[in-house]
């Protein structure tokens, strides 16, 4: 079974910057297609960044220039590096992997930007 788990949320003032990294365990696979989401208070779950099967990454829009994915230096670990960050950046964050045609995904951590 794959689990994902997830760190680097809190708290932080509008203008900074925050890391969070991502941990896959349970596979053998190395894991191409793995990425960041999230969820603000009543709104659906959007997409962050994430390294698509190809190995290439994708942003949303509003993060585009702020945040940056990438992998880590363990196997199946993949970092967000946000910075300049918004109110609006108040959310929690997912971690998501799909491994063998299957999602999996973490708990999330929470990241809050105050203004």
């Known amino acids: 079974q794959v689990q994902l788990v997830e760190s680097g949320g809190g708290l932080v003032p509008g203008g900074g910057s925050l890391r969070l990294s991502c941990a896959a365990s349970?596979?053998?696979?190395?894991?191409?297609?793995m990425g960041w989401y999230r969820r603000a208070a009543g709104q659906q779950r959007e997409l962050v960044a994430a390294?698509?099967?190809?190995?290439?990454?994708g942003y949303a829009d509003s993060v585009k220039g702020r945040f940056t994915i990438s992998r880590g230096g363990a196997k199946n670990t993949v970092i967000l590096q946000m910075s300049s960050l918004r109110p609006e950046d108040t959310a929690r964050y997912y971690c998501?992997?799909?491994?063998?045609?299957?999602?999996?995904w973490g708990r999330g951590t929470q990241v809050t930007v105050s203004s």
């Open positions: 390294f698509r099967h190809d190995g290439s990454a």
């Open positions: 998501k992997a799909d491994v063998a045609g299957l999602e999996y």
């Open positions: 349970g596979t053998t696979f190395i894991i191409n297609a």
